[in-house]
């Protein structure tokens, strides 16, 4: 397994349209081994192949904090690769979202509270199932990345420059401490 470096804005490949994956390959579970590793390391609790620079439709998420076990951490990882959502709750719920390709940035973003969606997991067996609360908004952020849409994209214009000059300023103030 490899940590991978993970791209952030205004990194162009952000906006990319992912492509589809055509078959569930030992090349596609190195990736997602990769992609667990780094979203741990960073730490993160989802993350999308484009964020690591690779625009193929897999996402990666493990929204616990892992539990030991003679010490080793067990976790509750999960795999959706070609995710796609089938329907979608009226009810919309704000939450505080947070993003890698945007680090130590925050801001409420509303969606639908409940979703149907369907996938492939990491052995290319096919899921259809019923998510809400917390992992339904972690898959709809994460599928946002799919089509090149950003947490920040779902903010007020204002709001997102805010978030945007923020970043700025945290990476002139880390740039200007390491000098």
């Known amino acids: ?4 470096p993970i791209v952030e804005v205004p990194d ?6 992912s492509l589809a994956v055509e078959t569930v390959d030992d090349e596609v579970r190195k ?6 590793e780094t979203m741990y390391v ?3 609790i989802g993350l999308a192949a484009i964020q690591v620079g690779v625009p193929r439709r897999v996402l990666v998420m493990d929204l ?6 003679d010490g080793e951490p067990i976790r509750d990882s999960r795999v959706f690769i070609n995710p796609e959502i089938l329907r979608r709750s009226d009810q919309e719920v704000p939450y505080l979202e947070g993003c890698l390709s945007v680090p130590d940035q925050y801001a409420d973003v509303e969606r639908p509270d409940r979703i149907r969606a ?4 990491e052995h290319g067996k096919p899921h259809e199932e019923e ?3 917390l992992l339904a908004v972690c898959l709809q952020h994460e599928m946002d990345h799919l089509e090149g849409i950003l947490f920040i994209d779902h903010l007020s214009r204002l709001k997102r420059e805010m978030v945007l000059k923020k970043l700025a300023k ?4 880390r740039g200007l401490r390491a000098a």
């Not at 990736?31 to 667990?36: G, K, N, T």
């Not at 369907?118 to 997991?121: P, S, T």
Request: no cysteine; glycine share 6%.
């Open 1 to 4: 397994m490899a940590i991978l």
């Open 12 to 17: 162009p490949r952000l906006r990319q349209i």
């Open 31 to 36: 990736l997602i081994a990769d992609m667990f």
């Open 42 to 44: 960073a730490p993160g």
């Open 64 to 69: 616990q904090e892992p539990e030991e076990e």
């Open 118 to 121: 369907r996938w492939l997991d």
């Open 131 to 133: 998510l809400d609360g």
């Open 170 to 173: 945290m990476r002139k103030e």
